[in-house]
């Protein structure tokens, strides 16, 4: 599990100071929770993030465990470094809109008819409860050829999880290369 501390100040002066020492600033807000100022060790952070297996992980916050997804992020626009997250916390009883990665599986017969395979949407916005959350959208693409699509209407959803976006936006396209 992931701990962070709780920031006594949010002022720029400390907060620069944390980061100076190598902590990535955050924050824990959601339905039912009050909202915490934290930070954790930026590497740390990084290394569970990259090696958790799913969308939601847990947090421990002074003393209190936390289920959370990451909701926004923040980059450095020069060194591409991670300067802030927000985490959104988890109520088990209450629908959520998460945004769910999109995954294309196989290869499009359209490549050998000199197409070429884009992805148009990297994550589409589903409702559902957090224990009824899927880790990803895994969608055969073999079929699609140069012209054809698969919108968001065409992906299969589990049981008690709504699609929210719009159903005519396009998610994999195969074109003619130029």
């Given at each position: 599990m992931l701990e962070g501390?709780?920031?006594e100040s949010t002022v720029k002066q400390a907060t620069k100071q944390l980061k100076r020492d190598g902590y990535l600033i955050a924050n824990i807000y959601g339905a039912g929770?009050?909202?915490?100022?934290?930070?954790?060790?930026?590497?740390?952070f990084i290394r569970?993030?990259?090696n958790k297996d799913g969308l939601k992980f847990d947090v421990k916050v002074a003393g209190k465990k936390f289920p959370v997804v990451i909701e926004a992020y923040q980059k450095h626009p020069v060194t591409?470094?991670?300067?802030?997250v927000d985490l959104r916390a988890l109520s088990e009883d209450k629908e959520s809109r998460f945004f769910i990665p999109?995954?294309?599986v196989g290869r499009p017969k359209g490549l050998k008819n000199q197409g070429v395979?884009?992805?148009n949407v990297r994550r589409v916005k589903v409702k559902c409860k957090p224990s009824d959350l899927p880790e990803t959208f895994e969608i055969n693409v073999e079929e699609l050829d140069v012209g054809d699509n698969i919108l968001v209407r065409d992906i299969q959803t589990p049981k008690?999880?709504?699609?929210?976006?719009?159903?005519r936006i396009a998610v994999f396209s195969v074109i003619k290369a130029k």
């Open positions: 501390i709780v920031r929770v009050e909202n915490i100022n934290a930070a954790f060790k930026k590497n740390e569970y993030v990259k591409s470094d991670l300067i802030h999109v995954k294309p395979l884009l992805t008690n999880v709504k699609m929210v976006s719009e159903g």
